[in-house]
């Protein structure tokens, strides 16, 4: 290449024209203009060929940026072992009883409703709380009646479990030790279930009895193939 023999060239051009006295003029400016545009041509020609692999270099990084979500949602999409329906203001309670559950139990994963995911419907998240985990827990507190919410919640929960055949026996309304929910206040259709006691001698054992691993299996496959269908 011109450029190359220009630069590794023992003898520099100024000595060259000296030495030669024959050459005329005309014919150095000749090919001193030749040179610069023969240099301003290779140099165009590789910004050229950088521009052009540039486009295609982005575009492949977006369409990996674009395949990237879709990856970590199929890798995050976990059936929960159970979901803590609660009060607004009874959000901290929720995170109390679900370590409780997860670290002196093993009853993991769990999910509170208010970890669920925001700027959507709630009815949306309501739907996918319920039937994205094993068992539903109602946090019966006293902030429990008070919110119209929770009350749509436990009815709503009440009748995925018997129209539902996996989900049957699946909703377990649950008294902490913070603020429960007197059983003469209790709603109705919730009384006819047996509800978790924390303070009760026999909540250990309670515990152990319904949330059985073997129950939690048969939800968890019937989850998955209701996702593949779809």
């Not at 023992?10 to 203009?33: A, E, M």
């Not at 982005?58 to 979500?69: D, I, L, N, S, V």
């Not at 769990?110 to 039937?131: K, T, Y």
């Not at 709503?156 to 603020?179: A, F």
């Amino acid at each position: 290449m011109g450029i190359g023999k220009s630069k590794t060239d023992p003898c520099p051009l100024s000595l060259s024209w000296g030495k030669s006295h024959s050459v005329d003029t005309s014919q150095r400016h000749h090919k001193s203009d030749s040179g610069k545009s023969e240099e301003h041509s290779l140099r165009d020609h590789v910004v050229q060929s950088s521009v052009a692999e540039m486009p295609a270099e982005g575009q492949e990084g977006a369409e990996a940026g674009e395949e990237r979500p879709e990856e970590e949602a199929e890798e995050e999409e976990v059936f929960f072992k159970f979901v803590i329906l609660h009060a607004e203001d009874d959000t901290d309670e929720a995170l109390r009883v679900q370590n409780l559950l997860q670290n002196d139990f093993g009853i993991k994963p769990g999910i509170i409703f208010a970890e669920m995911p925001c700027g959507r419907q709630h009815l949306q998240n309501l739907d996918d709380a319920v039937n994205g985990s094993a068992w539903t827990i109602l946090l019966l507190t006293e902030n429990f009646l008070r919110d119209t919410w929770c009350k749509f919640q436990f009815y709503t929960s009440l009748m995925n479990s018997v129209n539902r055949q996996h989900k049957y026996n699946s909703v377990i309304p649950m008294r902490p030790l913070n603020s429960p929910l007197p059983r003469e206040r209790t709603p109705f259709a919730l009384r006819t279930i047996n509800a978790l006691e924390e303070e009760g001698r026999g909540f250990p054992t309670q515990v152990e009895r319904i949330f059985q691993e073997s129950v939690y299996k048969i939800q968890q496959a019937i989850w998955k193939e209701t996702r593949n269908m779809v």
